[in-house]
């Protein structure tokens, strides 16, 4: 088989190593005689998978002690609800920046908890762009600000950590999280679901302050409850076993690749690359702010949309995937996350350069 390269936005491309390792511990995890997906979760095996799994990736973000990691369903999209739910403590309005399509779903979930202020918006640039911090409307007496880091969508990253004073932070960190170091103890909380750069869908991360634990609103389901979940280390019911496991597979890959500083040169090179040949070129255009743009989603767009679907089937006989843009803003987008290798890149870059050539 050719080597291919995927540039889905996610479920996306996980380390071939990492998948190698499952591949050989399918059936028989560490001589168990078991798989993974066959053991209880309260069983030994599966509690040192599961702990190990955290372990790692508290050294790898360096998570404070007075954070706790909770591994749960849902998706992020759960989170649009169990933000407001376990955030808002008593209060009535919360904080949201809108900089494109996941902070809308965000916000229009929020606003069935609570009085969602949009403290700042790029909506006028077409989602281009992030609101300067000084432009944002903040309340002082928010229960929370959240915002998203990076738009798998419009392809805009947050570059800087908003100041949020005294008001907890909270951010959406699906498509960005483990692509740099981070300062956890700027957030209250920071979610991510896992299908984008942990591991597969199915499993969500939540790294959550301990003194925001523990006053949910009045009616809030069990399952929609941090406390619980964090009291119960994450096995208030059934987790998702197999996406911890794997989650615990991509931190250890991640470790033996020099850890998130590492990670964070690679990531920045890789998207340095690429945004180079966009701008370098008559024929391709970055429609981001180059201030923003991010290091993991980058949406281009061909000087002729007529020939987008040329240079989808051309690319798929290349060997690259999925790289059709959101279909809310057309044109092509090519996500590389961490799992991508800079091969991938070149692959990208010389096939653009040749169907430039051609049809340019
Ligand atoms: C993918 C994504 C989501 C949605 O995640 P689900 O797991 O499908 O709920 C939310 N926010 C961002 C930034 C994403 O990239």
Redesign the pocket.
């Known amino acids: 088989m050719s080597t291919i390269y995927n540039f889905s936005a ?1 479920p996306a491309v996980l380390p071939r190593a990492v998948l190698q390792q499952a591949q050989a511990e399918l059936t028989d995890w560490h001589g168990s005689g078991m798989s993974v997906m066959e053991m209880s979760h309260r069983g030994k095996e599966f509690l040192s998978i599961a702990s190990q799994a955290e372990a790692d990736l508290r050294e790898l973000l360096a998570i404070p002690d007075n954070y706790r990691v909770l591994f749960l369903q849902g ?3 759960s989170q649009f609800a169990m933000v407001p739910l376990n955030l808002l403590r008593g209060k009535k309005s919360a904080d949201y920046i809108n900089t494109g399509s ?1 902070s809308k779903k965000a916000i229009k979930e929020a606003g069935r908890f609570c009085d969602v202020h949009v403290a700042a918006s790029s909506e006028d640039s077409g989602f281009t762009t992030i609101p300067a911090f000084d432009s944002w409307q903040l309340n002082a007496d928010a229960a929370y600000v959240h915002y ?1 880091p ?3 969508i419009g392809g805009v990253e947050f570059h800087w950590v908003p100041d949020s004073g005294d008001v907890p932070l909270v951010a ?1 960190m ?2 960005t999280i483990l692509s740099r170091p981070l300062d956890v103890s700027r957030y209250g909380v920071i979610y991510a ?1 896992a ?2 750069n942990i591991g597969p ?1 199915g499993l ?1 991360v939540v790294i959550v302050r301990d003194d925001l634990l523990g006053d949910v609103a009045a009616g809030t389901p069990s399952m929609y409850d941090y406390k619980l979940h964090a009291d119960n280390g994450s096995m208030l019911n059934t987790p998702p076993t197999y996406g911890w496991y794997l989650a615990g597979l991509v931190f250890d890959w991640l470790k033996q690749q020099g850890g998130l500083a590492a990670m964070a040169e690679i990531n920045s090179r890789k998207s340095a690359r690429l945004y180079a040949a966009l701008s370098a070129s008559g024929f391709y255009n970055s429609p981001v702010d180059p201030a923003c743009q991010s290091w993991m989603n980058v949406p281009f767009t061909l000087a002729d949309a007529g020939l987008d679907s040329e240079f989808l089937v051309q690319a798929g006989s290349a060997g690259l995937l999925s790289l059709k843009g959101h279909r809310s803003v057309g044109g092509m987008r090519a996500s590389i996350y961490n799992a991508m290798p800079e091969a991938g890149l070149d692959a990208l870059i010389d096939f653009m350069a040749e169907f430039e050539r051609t049809h340019g």
């Open positions: 996610g998706g992020a999209s996941w998203t990076n738009e798998t959406d699906s498509s679901g299908q984008k869908a969500t």
